[in-house]
């Protein structure tokens, strides 16, 4: 299976700050990458998807970036919204693996 | 408006079953890949299992291999997950998801069903 590991885990930040978010798979993945963003209660929304192609809707203050093991997310300027746990995901192949998470606090 | 949504869910004893139903509308079912995807309390996600959009593609996360059967029926745009043999670990939101498009991830999202399991 493909391990997927995220760091950091916890991230405080402040509205305004730019923050990036580093997503490692254990074997080469391609491009074939999503990442996910869930707020409390809420199911997960896709917010971008085969590495950095920004789905449509999602504010352009999301990017991605990155191929084969080594991908990143950032969010240019943190917005209130925006504080939440974001999830990558590989389906370059089955099993379908996300990794831990990380949490977007406040600072 | 393209959605889905779960239902199914409660609360059921170890070695227990359950069937969990989705039901989708505003997109063509059959031409789409569905998965489940669950969520512990407190934890992250974890994918379960996915079908092809003729129900001949099937997969499954290795620890509810033999016990978990997911199925379709493309007249009724719907989307099963039939649980037998539950244990605690099982314990989790179960959300429905949609193949976005192409290879793409996953979208849209239900809101979840919740499956507790506990004697």
């Known amino acids: 299976d493909i391990q997927m590991t995220q760091s950091p885990s916890t991230l405080s930040a402040s509205v305004g700050d730019r923050v990036t978010i580093t997503c490692r798979a254990s074997?080469?993945?391609?491009?074939?990458l999503a990442w996910y963003q869930q707020r409390p209660g809420k199911a997960p929304k896709l917010l971008i998807y085969?590495?950095?192609t920004l789905e449509s809707g999602v504010s352009s203050r999301f990017s991605g970036t990155g191929s084969e093991t080594e991908f990143t997310l950032s969010i240019s300027s943190l917005q209130p919204d925006d504080f939440a746990t974001y999830y990558c995901?590989?389906?370059?192949?089955?099993?379908?693996?996300f990794g831990q998470g990380t949490k977007v606090e406040i600072k | 408006e393209v959605q889905v949504v779960e239902s199914g869910g409660g609360l059921v004893k170890p070695g227990g079953s359950l069937r969990l139903s989705c039901a989708a509308s505003?997109?063509?079912?059959?031409?789409?890949?569905m998965n489940w995807v669950r969520q512990a309390p407190g934890k992250g996600l974890e994918w379960v299992s996915s079908?092809?959009?003729?129900?001949?593609?099937?997969y499954y996360t290795e620890s509810v291999k033999g016990r978990f059967t997911i199925s379709r029926d493309n007249a009724k745009s719907s989307l099963y997950l039939q649980m037998n043999s539950l244990r605690l670990d099982d314990t989790a939101i179960y959300y429905c998801?949609?193949?976005?498009?192409?290879?793409?991830?996953?979208?849209?999202w239900g809101q979840g069903t919740l499956v507790t399991v506990s004697s």
């Open positions: 998801a949609r193949v976005h498009s192409g290879y793409s991830g996953f979208a849209p």
């Open positions: 505003g997109f063509t079912f059959s031409s789409y890949t």
């Open positions: 079908i092809s959009g003729g129900g001949d593609y099937i």
């Open positions: 074997q080469n993945i391609i491009i074939w």
């Open positions: 085969k590495a950095s």
């Open positions: 995901q590989q389906y370059n192949s089955y099993p379908y693996t």
